[in-house]
């Protein structure tokens, strides 16, 4: 057969409709096979490091677990993390990355809001479904970050949690607010005090401290003077909330502490000058993942706690961020699953209208136009000192 350009150029045409035709074919069936691919920002090192590492079992246990059953409808879910080290920077760096080269189809993280602050934006420039646990109220505007959701609450929750534990069941009528000088403890302890302020409340004094400050002695006498009844304390700082406690003990004064999470953190076992110093503590927790008086917790929780039991280990983390880990993956293949697409569009859609979803940490909605998903009712005062497996005892006062 003799060859003309004529010939060779239908043939070239011929060729390119057919691998057409295959691909047309073939992609479909490599979109229905390939993994949901999940990007991971945890601050897996560093010294925000703890609370990631929880995250992370979670993580690890709820894909295995979907895998393990055969994916989502075929398709196997692949984690892809990243260790920020708590940097912003390195954040932003894996962030693009994610999206740019990896290409995943949703994003967990970060951990911390800072990091968060630095890569929201890039997220929602690049159309990427988001979940975060971070507090920063700033973080969720689905206005402005439509493709942002929180697992966890807001500080604000956590604010209206605190100071709803204070006049309603301590009953009090005067209190001290303290927090650090960090970003966080400064803007933490002005919202504080103007929500007091405005639900009635007198503030004896506030104070913002440096978590170094090696004496806390004139900053609690000054409360104290000025009629406190009850300590508000918001900061990160384990030391910072060590030292007011041996504090109050070194002047005899059994006044009530009550604020941030981390009061509630294991590490300031370790820092007081004894065990007692610890009681009339509240730290904000979770209805979730708090056990009741006779040391039972909710049978939802208890479902998730009878699964990890020899899979993963909770006597160095606690519950909620393994069961909010858990959650965050789940709630991508449930998109996935219920809308057969993994596409920025039908995730972001899917979840927009989610109703009550029975997540192991809480029962999620979120809408159009509202972007946090944990219930307030939800969030609640622990006792500090009785952490037991991840979990706390509920404060005293709660039915």
Known sequence: MKLTRRSVALGAIASSALGTSLFRLVSPAIAQTA???????????????????????GVVFAANEINAAGGVKGRQIEIVTRDTQGDPTKAVNATQELISQLKVDAIWGPTNSGESLAVTAIMTRNKMPSIHPCVVDSLIDPAKYPNAFRIAPSNTQWDDAVRNYCLNILKAKKVTVIGDTTGYGVTAANASVAAFKKAGVEIATQANIDATQPDMTADMLRARDAGAQVIVVWSVSTGM???????RATMGWDVPFVGHPSMASGDIGGLLAKPSNWEKVYAVGYRSCSYDAAGALPAHSQELVNKL???????????WWVAAGVDAINLVAQAVSTTGSSSSEAIIGHWNELAKYPGY??????????????????????????AKSGSFALAPGYT
């Open 35 to 57: 993994p949901i691919r999940i990007g991971w920002l945890a601050s897996l090192t560093g010294a925000s490091a703890a609370p990631a590492i929880g995250f992370n079992r």
């Open 241 to 247: 909330v060590a030292r007011l406690l041996n504090t």
């Open 309 to 319: 039991q020899g899979k993963v280990n909770l006597s160095d983390s606690l519950l």
């Open 361 to 386: 940490f809480g029962a999620y909605t979120f809408s159009k136009t509202e972007h946090n998903g944990y219930p307030t009712e939800d969030v609640v005062m622990s006792a500090a000192n009785s």
